[in-house]
Nanobody, 127 residues
Framework: QSQLAESGGGLVQPGGSLSLSCAAS????????IGWFRQAPGKEREGIAC????????NIADSVKGRFIISRDNANKPVYLQMNSLEPEDTAVYYC????????????????????WGQGTQVSVSS
């Protein structure tokens, strides 16, 4: 059975860092563009970062630009989201997702472009 799973969430103080991982079982991430999304309580899910299938291109949402970094090593390893200078407003459930339709050099932050989703990992930023 193919599954996508996020890990690395937790509780961190403002200004701290966390690194999230997105791993697959039953298939390889190498062939797909990957996106990271988050959903805070009472808010809509938003796209925050994506990386193309080749790893050459990435998009970062303005809300996290300069603080979050998405990366991948296409040696059948997880896709990572490094989150620095975390703020209470970053508190949310974070999801990774797979886009099977994108080419090597494009990725999207649109929720509707993604086909498979993980169950999410909670990130809480609080003192």
């Amino acid at each position: 059975q193919s599954q996508l799973a996020e890990s690395g969430g937790g509780l961190v103080q403002p200004g701290g860092s966390l690194s999230l991982s997105c791993a697959a079982s039953g298939f390889t991430l190498n062939y797909y563009a990957i996106g990271w999304f988050r959903q805070a309580p009472g808010k809509e899910r938003e796209g925050i970062a994506c990386i193309s299938r080749s790893g050459i291109s990435a998009n970062i949402a303005d809300s996290v630009k300069g603080r979050f970094i998405i990366s991948r090593d296409n040696a059948n390893k997880p896709v990572y989201l490094q989150m620095n200078s975390l703020e209470p407003e970053d508190t949310a459930v974070y999801y990774c997702a797979v886009d099977v339709g994108m080419t090597d050099y494009i990725c999207s932050l649109r929720i509707g472009d993604y086909d498979y989703w993980g169950q999410g990992t909670q990130v809480s930023v609080s003192s």
